[in-house]
């Protein structure tokens, strides 16, 4: 059964600061990765993409990077702001004939100004 | 290209009673799945429609059922509601191979 866990918990950096965020899984046997950031109480906001034959996605400030063999990713946001303040959850897709996702708990990050 | 949409946003509901949510996918994509997102938590898959037939089901008992409507629209439908049914009901579209587009979701508390 896949499991997927995020590392830390929690985190509260100063702004400007750079900061990488973390996800594991425990069956690499996976079809893609997303990123996706939460603000409270609302939806998710698709932040990167990786499928599996891909190591890394780049958008503005973020960076994802994907290692299948050892079950890792993690979310590089580069010079942080306070507007980056979020939740961040990390979701795998199996693949196969349902292409749900598996989602972590999330990383709540907040960048004091 | 519009998004996913929700609704409605909030809801509140007495337990056993039913419930229906609804989510109109974002254009071009043939594939949508409903979440629920318990406090603190991250989302749990409950089902997924993929040309108005289910396809994959989490662990969600019957009373959680669903439709999805020839213009790849959909509406999530609980039965029987119990409090802690309470959560964020997401909905997602994506075309098969690709990327998920998330809704803001339904608040929905059963009191």
């Known amino acids: 059964k896949q499991e997927v866990t995020q590392i830390p918990a929690a985190l509260s950096v100063p702004e400007g600061e750079n900061l990488v965020l973390n996800c594991s899984f425990t069956?690499?046997?996976?079809?893609?990765l997303q990123w996706f950031r939460q603000d409270p109480g609302k939806g998710l906001t698709s932040l990167l993409l990786?499928?599996?034959?891909?190591r890394e996605q780049t958008s503005g400030r973020l960076n994802a990077s994907l290692d299948k063999s050892s079950g890792r990713s993690t979310l590089y946001i580069a010079a942080s702001q306070p507007g980056d303040s979020a939740t961040y959850l990390c979701a795998v897709s199996p693949g196969g004939a349902t292409n749900k996702l598996i989602f972590g708990t999330g990383t709540l990050l907040a960048v004091q100004p | 290209e519009t998004g996913v949409t929700q609704s409605p946003t909030h809801l509140i509901k007495t337990r056993g009673q039913q419930v229906t949510l609804r989510c109109s996918s974002q254009?071009?994509?043939?594939?949508v799945s409903w979440y629920q997102q318990a406090l603190g938590q991250g989302p749990q898959f409950i089902f997924q429609y993929y040309r108005e037939e289910e396809n994959g089901r989490g662990n969600f008992p019957p009373r959680f059922s669903g439709l999805q409507f020839p213009n790849y629209s959909s509406e999530l439908n609980v039965n029987a509601l119990e409090l802690d049914d309470s959560a964020l009901y997401l909905c997602a579209s994506s075309f098969w191979t690709g990327g998920y587009t998330f809704g803001s979701g339904t608040r929905l508390t059963v009191v």
């Open positions: 990786i499928q599996s034959s891909q």
């Open positions: 069956d690499s046997a996976i079809y893609n």
């Open positions: 254009s071009g994509h043939n594939t």
